[in-house]
């Protein structure tokens, strides 16, 4: 039985292209278009086709409308094809429940195979594309490991805020309140919970701990 396919798109001239090419496909019977969001979630309730090809910069709240179709409109599956190579909406709208995000650089008959795949239970993403966005989710699994390992209470947050400030314990036992011997009670805690060994290297650490999802993000936009 062919896979039932709709294609939603706000470019006349390239839904029109995507309707005649993949109507000749003996595998897929193109079954509804639409133009916007509104028309995507219309195409979903209505016709509930197997896959719906949807671009992203369609008119209309697409994040709302993609969270719809995945929580209301089963069997039907969505793939993302876009011209937006952005890793965060490529993980956002995965997250929501989009199958597949297809790349429009991409080949026919790389979304011809991206209908297959997600019809047959499994996720599509453009190759190449899908390796930066494995590289980003993994360094936002770190960091978030990263925090729940070394997390820092509100005081302590407070007191590496005043390090990187250069103010002694006197100074940051004045500005909290608090004793100066409380401060060095914190400050051995901070070097254990960070493995630093001074002050300074307390405040590297804690600079790295926050810098670390970002470094690593944009180190998997530039591979």
């Known amino acids: 039985m062919p ?50 090809v949807l671009d992203l910069n369609i008119p209309g709240d697409i994040l709302a409308t993609i969270e719809k179709i995945v929580r209301n409109c089963y069997p039907t599956k969505i793939i993302a094809f876009t011209e937006t190579a952005n890793i965060e909406m490529a993980i956002r709208v995965l997250h929501l429940g989009v199958c597949g995000y297809v790349l429009k650089g991409s080949t026919a008959r790389d979304l011809h195979e991206a209908i297959r795949i997600v019809h047959g239970g499994n996720t599509f993403i453009t190759p190449g594309f899908a390796t930066k966005i494995i590289l980003s989710m993994k360094a936002s699994e770190l960091h978030r490991r990263m925090r729940v390992e070394k997390r820092l209470s509100v005081r302590e947050e407070q007191i590496v805020r005043y390090l990187m400030m250069g103010k002694t314990n006197r100074e940051i036992a004045q500005m909290l309140d608090i004793s100066e011997k409380t401060v060095k009670h914190y400050m051995t805690v901070l070097m254990q919970k960070l493995d630093a060994r001074n002050r300074l290297e307390v405040v590297l650490a804690a600079q790295k701990l926050d810098n670390s999802a970002e470094l690593a993000l944009a180190e998997a936009r530039f591979n």
């Open 3 to 52: 896979i039932s396919v709709a294609f939603v798109d706000d470019h006349p001239i390239l839904l029109a292209g995507l309707v005649s090419l993949y109507s000749g496909k003996d595998d897929l019977l193109v079954s509804a278009q639409g133009e916007n969001a509104i028309d995507a979630l219309r195409i979903a309730e209505e016709n509930r086709p197997d896959v719906l």
